[in-house]
T-cell receptor, first 112, second 114 residues
Framework: QQQVKQSPQSLIVQKGGISIINCAYE??????FPWYQQFPGKGPALLIAIRPDVSEKKEGRFTISFNKSAKQFSLHIMDSQPGDSATYFCAASNTGGFKTIFGAGTRLFVKA | NAGVTQTPKFQVLKTGQSMTLQCAQD?????MSWYRQDPGMGLRLIHYSVGAGITDQGEVPNGYNVSRSTTEDFPLRLLSAAPSQTSVYFCASSLWGLADNEQFFGPGTRLTVL
């Protein structure tokens, strides 16, 4: 039972382009939506997160867009760089984080 | 401040063998968890703990046991390894009850069961 659906599975973007990864969730009790970035051989690390009381959050080149009514959220990476090549996971949890549900992941490759 | 540490980094087991994956954190985090990462499946929660002496099951607990005797340590035990448990295992920790519950992940243990 996959409660957080993530797409695409893989993504190839030219340097300087925009990378877009989408996620949809089912459980309306979720109130915290983080994105994690994972480089090969490493553990995931928090990239950016949003709560459903805002529709957008921006940190540098990374932006989360959130659509509460559609139960969807997305990660936009502006001016994508080869160093952004990694696997990205969206996730959802309740406040307190007892159980975080992760999407299946998106492998991003940014071509130089 | 070492963060979250995991040992071993790699392990090969034969079917039926038992082993313990170690996890420790030095950030005084109440919440600790174990995930397995499989291709196309993302990270799936195995077990979690909200403090010493308190553990609970996640999405995929079968075949795994945990205990939490101290705040720092959260070992994961495989009692009788099966090929289906071949995976990369991540331990994570976080504060809980706060608005931003960032999880800090260890470097992972790559386990192969033959």
């Amino acid at each position: 039972q996959q409660q957080v659906k993530q797409s695409p599975q893989s993504l190839i973007v030219q340097k300087g382009g925009i990378s877009i990864i989408n996620c949809a969730y089912e459980n309306t009790a979720f109130d915290y939506f983080p994105w994690y970035q994972q480089f090969p051989g490493k553990g995931p690390a928090l990239l950016i997160a949003i709560r459903p009381d805002v529709s957008e959050k921006k940190e540098g080149r990374f932006t989360i867009s959130f659509n509460k009514s559609a139960k969807q959220f997305s990660l936009h990476i502006m001016d994508s760089q080869p160093g952004d090549s990694a696997t990205y996971f969206c996730a959802a949890s309740n406040t307190g984080g007892f159980k975080t549900i992760f999407g299946a992941g998106t492998r991003l490759f940014v071509k130089a | 401040n070492a963060g979250v540490t995991q040992t071993p980094k790699f392990q090969v087991l034969k079917t039926g063998q038992s082993m313990t994956l170690q996890c420790a954190q030095d950030m005084n985090h109440e919440y600790m968890s174990w995930y397995r990462q499989d291709p196309g499946m993302g990270l799936r929660l195995i077990h979690y703990s909200v403090g010493a002496g308190i553990t609970d099951q996640g999405e995929v607990p079968n075949g795994y046991n945990v205990s939490r005797s101290t705040t720092e340590d959260f070992p994961l035990r495989l009692l009788s390894a099966a090929p289906s448990q071949t995976s990369v295992y991540f331990c994570a920790s976080s504060l809980w009850g706060l608005a931003d519950n960032e999880q800090f992940f260890g470097p992972g243990t790559r386990l192969t069961v033959l």
